[in-house]
């Protein structure tokens, strides 16, 4: 019996096949997708479909502020391609570390439209620190989406009504 093996890579799949195996790869780390994508011009090509960009886990990128070119590039790619969390946290930087407080508001609408509930508290918290004129949105947002309420002589009242009467 003669051992005769044929040597396949990665790179003999299809393209759609090799998106999809990016796409899965990408749910779980950023970090994985940009090695893989490293190692071929096939594997750079399906690494860069928009459904990568779309679904990529950005666990990775932790915390707010300025980060090396590269990943604020990935991170800009991956909201360019509707990427939710992507949007989040370039929302959070915009307002908070560059000084587009516009923009930033911007895209943390767009991602709470998508019901992103840390963009709906970080909106309604922005709202609400903003002045009296915005705070009955921002209580609205809070007390809309999380229920929250409070315990007032054995009622619940909403967070809206509970925050008037202590303003």
Same mark, same amino acid.
Request: hydrophobic letters at 40%; glycine letters at 8%; charged letters at 20%.
């Given at each position: ?19 999809? +195996? ?34 990529? #886990? ?28 992507? +949007?989040?946290?370039?929302? +959070?930087?915009? #307002?908070? #570390? ?36 915005? #705070? ?32």
């Amino acid at each position: 019996m003669s051992n005769t093996r044929s040597h396949y890579s990665l790179d003999d799949l299809a393209q759609e096949i090799l998106s999809r +195996i990016f796409v899965v790869l990408g749910a779980e780390s950023a970090k994985d997708i940009v090695s893989a994508r490293l190692s071929s011009n096939k594997m750079y090509e399906a690494g860069g479909d928009p459904q990568v960009y779309r679904t990529t #886990c950005m666990d990775m990128f932790e915390g707010m502020g300025p980060k090396n070119l590269k990943a604020d590039l990935f991170i800009r790619t991956c909201a360019l391609h509707n990427n939710i969390e992507a +949007i989040f946290r370039q929302g +959070i930087d915009e #307002c908070f #570390c560059y000084g587009n407080f516009g923009l930033g508001l911007t895209l943390l609408r767009q991602v709470a439209y998508e019901d992103h509930l840390e963009a709906i508290y970080l909106l309604g918290i922005i709202h609400i620190s903003r002045g009296p004129h915005l #705070c009955d949105e921002g209580l609205q947002l809070l007390d809309a989406y999380f229920g929250w309420a409070v315990l007032d002589d054995g009622e619940y009242m909403g967070v809206v009504d509970s925050a008037k009467e202590l303003l």
